[in-house]
């Protein structure tokens, strides 16, 4: 449903055919739809599931991503850059020892299944749990167990309802890195079980790429909290019940596919998935919001 994507900038998608006579630059607040057409700017609440967290490519991700091309890392080998994002990934994790990259999560989660003691209680499997993820019924955030499985980590998780960020033997980081960019990354709780989990040689390329996008992370946390968040309930509180950054969607099910059409003409690309939350943007105008929850309202 979303038209061919010219250019992503911050936290906005702008299609292929602009109107002629708009300008480039930064949107006013007012709808973007043209009259009687398709939008031709979209305030992006889906972010790639929060890899696209830090907006479009983050302040200094493509410039780290550059800086390794032009020194010829762009193909597997090994790097400082291993040991550099770990320690990155240590301090913004705690509470696990060691942490593993691959080129793919499949390829992390098989890892992980044939560490010793977690494919036994996945019975020969790794499983991937996410408590952003609604419960089958649509009706709550399920706190579940993480008993036996990878505990998928996204980012500001620990304002969702569930396991702690350190209660799994192992998780895997969801990385607000453009995934053209990034690793795959398992973490390891227990030093000793780490020693049984081999990582994959990867580009150094996507290896800095994450580290920078960690740094970002860390600042970004300073200004993107519950004092911008909380700017979005004026509009959004009737439509969507948001924990954090994450709004989940009070109409799921069959119903949902019309909210996501709607706040599609509207210029608001949101999850597409009613299971997954959308994301408050780190930037947006009243305007833009406005927009979202009238044709929302009409639903």
């Known amino acids: 449903m979303l038209p061919p994507i010219r250019r992503a900038r911050l936290w906005r998608l702008y299609a292929e055919d602009r109107p002629r006579g708009r300008p480039r630059g930064r949107p006013s607040g007012r709808s973007s739809a043209r009259e009687g057409g398709t939008p031709w700017r979209f305030l992006d609440l889906w972010m790639d599931g929060g890899r696209a967290m830090l907006g479009a490519k983050g302040t200094g991700i493509g410039t ?4 390794a091309i032009d020194m010829g890392l762009a193909r597997p ?8 994002l770990g320690r990155e990934l240590q301090r913004a994790y705690p509470g696990y020892a060691a942490a593993r990259f691959f080129s793919s999560d499949e390829r992390a989660l098989a890892a992980a299944a044939r560490a010793p003691g977690i494919a036994a209680a996945n019975e020969g499997r790794a499983r991937l749990r996410d408590i952003a993820r609604r419960e089958a019924d649509g009706a709550a955030i399920g706190p579940g167990s993480a008993d036996g499985a990878v505990l998928l980590l996204r980012p500001f998780s620990e304002l969702l309802p ?42 150094p390329l996507t290896l800095a790429s994450a580290h920078r996008a960690l740094v970002e992370l860390a600042r970004m946390s300073e200004w993107y909290g519950e004092e911008l968040w909380k700017k979005a309930d004026r509009r959004l509180a009737p439509h969507f019940e948001r924990l ?56």
């Open 64 to 67: 780290a991503a550059k800086a």
């Open 77 to 84: 080998m090994p790097s400082t850059w291993e040991r550099r």
């Open 162 to 203: 569930g396991p702690r960020a350190d209660a799994a033997a192992m998780a895997m980081p969801l990385l607000p890195c453009p995934s053209a960019l990034a690793p795959s990354v398992l973490l390891v709780r227990d030093p000793e079980l780490a020693k049984s989990v081999e990582g994959d040689i990867l580009p």
């Open 244 to 299: 954090g950054p994450y709004l989940y969607p009070r109409s799921g099910g069959e119903a949902y596919d019309e909210v996501f059409k709607r706040a599609l003409a509207a210029g608001a690309l949101l999850s597409p998935d009613p299971e997954l939350p959308s994301i408050v943007p780190g930037d947006f105008d009243d305007g833009e919001l406005a927009a979202l929850a009238a044709a929302l309202a009409a639903t």
